[in-house]
């Protein structure tokens, strides 16, 4: 079996970034044991199960089925677990803030857990809207072991989530028929057909500023503003994206800071114009602060 070996850096802790994979919810995308997280990857048509652990100041990544391809495994892993970050200037920031500098001690090492896979994350958030947590997890689970690729590793099975080239050719029936609503069916099966059609990738939001990939992915039906935001967070890891309207961000708010259960838009510009160029890391840190209380964390 291939071994890897990733350097980590300083201000990392495995074991925070596992809570977050894990959380006791039934992620069908990877699998998290008590100290490492296993994960199927896919590269060029080719899949690799890999399993993460930590070793000193390294992630040992062993590939226990499949292709082999070091660079493109530690590059995902990498994006991923955010682990080209430095978090001490946000934490200089989190320190300034007397509600939230316990943050520094108590989450430290926290990285933003990313989806890679732009399709992936516009999916889950529109998969997630409007229902509790544990539902969500249900139907995507439906929709991955439907229409995803499965791989078996003693008696175990791993699954990649759809293609878009395959959500594109179903009908809102065959999605209702697993419990979606007809509406995020529609929503799902569209922006299925804009990934699978070229209308919309990855490396086109790239190029484009945040404000501009915000607009372009609100012009796709099914597309709001929390869940443009939440994408570019997510995969492209753009930190000046704030979840507007998110209901747990507004709990963690009215908690620590005493805000109303429905902001202002204009205090909550207020607020995350303290950290600038970090917004979504502090998103991230006060969903992390929601844990004791209740894990619904997107």
């Keep these: 079996m291939t071994q890897i070996l990733?350097?980590?850096?300083?201000?990392?802790?495995?074991?925070?970034?596992?809570?977050?994979?894990?959380?006791?919810?039934?992620?069908?995308?990877?699998?998290?044991?008590?100290?490492?997280?296993?994960?199927?990857?896919?590269?060029?048509?080719?899949?690799?199960?890999?399993?993460i652990k930590q070793v000193e100041n390294y992630l040992h990544i062993e590939v226990l089925l499949g292709e082999s391809d070091k660079e493109k495994i530690c590059q995902f892993v990498t994006e991923w677990f955010d682990l080209e970050r430095?978090?001490?200037?946000?934490?200089?920031?989190?320190?300034?803030?007397?509600?939230?500098?316990?943050?520094?001690?108590?989450?430290?090492?926290?990285?933003?857990?990313?989806?890679?896979?732009?399709?992936?994350?516009?999916?889950?958030?529109?998969?997630?809207?409007?229902?509790?947590?544990?539902?969500?997890?249900?139907?995507?689970?439906?929709?991955?072991?439907?229409?995803?690729?499965?791989?078996?590793?003693q008696n175990q099975d791993y699954f990649l989530f759809p293609k878009p080239e395959i959500l594109a050719t179903l009908t809102v029936e065959e999605l209702k028929n697993i419990q979606f609503s007809t509406r995020k069916a529609e929503?799902?099966?569209?922006?299925?057909?804009?990934?699978?059609?070229?209308?919309?990738?990855?490396?086109?939001?790239?190029?484009?500023?945040?404000?501009?990939?915000?607009?372009?992915?609100?012009?796709?039906?099914?597309?709001?503003?929390?869940?443009?935001?939440y994408a570019l967070m997510k995969s492209l890891k753009r930190l000046e994206c704030v979840t507007y309207g998110d209901v747990g961000l507004y709990n963690a708010l009215h908690s620590l800071k005493k805000f109303p259960k429905k902001p202002l838009r204009k205090d909550l510009e207020s607020f995350f114009s303290g950290f600038k160029n970090w917004e979504a890391y502090t998103v991230f840190y006060l969903w992390r602060s929601l844990a004791t209380k209740n894990p619904a964390i997107p």
């Design 6 to 51: 990733l350097p980590t850096p300083s201000q990392f802790s495995f074991q925070e970034c596992l809570w977050f994979l894990d959380r006791n919810y039934d992620d069908c995308l990877h699998e998290v044991r008590e100290n490492s997280v296993l994960k199927l990857l896919s590269f060029n048509e080719k899949t690799s199960l890999i399993e």
């Design 86 to 153: 430095d978090l001490m200037p946000f934490y200089h920031l989190l320190a300034q803030d007397d509600d939230l500098k316990y943050m520094v001690s108590d989450y430290q090492g926290l990285r933003l857990l990313g989806i890679p896979d732009l399709f992936e994350a516009l999916c889950w958030s529109i998969i997630g809207q409007q229902i509790n947590l544990s539902f969500a997890y249900k139907l995507k689970r439906r929709l991955t072991e439907n229409y995803g690729t499965k791989v078996s590793y």
């Design 187 to 229: 929503y799902l099966i569209e922006i299925a057909r804009n990934f699978s059609e070229g209308i919309l990738s990855k490396s086109m939001l790239e190029e484009l500023s945040t404000q501009e990939a915000i607009q372009k992915l609100i012009n796709i039906r099914g597309i709001g503003e929390w869940t443009a935001n």
